[in-house]
Nanobody, 117 residues
């Protein structure tokens, strides 16, 4: 049973920082890509940042230069350091993992990030 456990969300003022973490359990190896998506009220879920098992990263244009994604392969954990947060970053942030030869998709339960102006 694969589980993704997220932590680190919360309320922060504009210009502040938060660090999200997501630990994957039930997987011993074979994680291809880990990442973060977000969904704001009334909007579709969108990619924030992803990182491959080789360390290649991809970011949404809206977060480039402010957010940094990293991962600890030994612990199957992915992090999202979010700096210079803006009110428009307010959303539920979801951890995502692609696993195995068939790229099975797994999602975390989501963590709320609220940025006040």
């Amino acid at each position: 049973q694969v589980q993704l456990v997220e932590s680190g969300g919360g309320l922060v003022q504009a210009g502040g920082s938060l660090r999200l973490s997501c630990a994957a359990s039930g997987i011993t190896r074979g994680i291809n890509r880990m990442g973060w998506y977000r969904q704001a009220p009334g909007k579709e879920r969108e990619l924030v940042a992803v990182i491959t098992d080789g360390g290649i990263t991809n970011y949404a244009d809206s977060v480039k230069g402010r957010f940094t994604i990293s991962r600890d392969n030994a612990k199957n954990t992915v992090f999202l350091q979010m700096n210079r947060l803006k009110p428009e970053d307010t959303a539920v942030y979801y951890c995502n993992v692609l696993h195995g030869p068939y790229l099975t998709n797994y999602w975390g339960q989501g963590t709320q990030v609220t940025v006040s102006s």
